[in-house]
Nanobody
């Protein structure tokens, strides 16, 4: 069983930045991030392939968020800048045995436990 452990959430003012981390146990996987705001469904945020050569973003975060990875540490990052109050939510790490595309399609295998991000106006 793969374990995904997120860290880096917190409270930040609008316009600020945060970096989330997700460390995976075992081997290297395609990985990604989702978020869930109160009263809303969980939504895709970003994904990255095995090598880091391909990245994918939701339209709502393009140009503001950057996903990256360090395979030596088996860790994926989400650098979030120009944060808005609507970015508030629980951010979940995701991993899949096969592809980043499966993550984008909500077909992946593993979830992390989530980390809270709150952006104040």
């Amino acid at each position: 069983q793969v374990q995904l452990v997120e860290s880096g959430g917190g409270l930040v003012q609008a316009g600020g930045s945060l970096r989330l981390s997700c460390a995976a146990s075992g081997r290297t996987y395609p990985m990604g991030w989702f978020r869930q705001a109160p009263g809303k469904e969980r939504e895709f945020v970003a994904a990255i392939n095995w090598s880091g050569s391909s990245t994918y973003y939701a339209d709502s975060v393009k140009g503001r968020f950057t996903i990256s990875r360090d395979n030596a540490k088996n860790t994926v990052y989400l650098q979030m800048t120009s944060l808005k109050p609507e970015d508030t939510g629980v951010y979940y790490c995701a991993a899949d045995r096969y592809s980043a595309t499966r993550i984008m399609n909500y077909e992946h295998d593993y979830w992390g436990q989530g980390t809270q991000v709150t952006v104040s106006s």
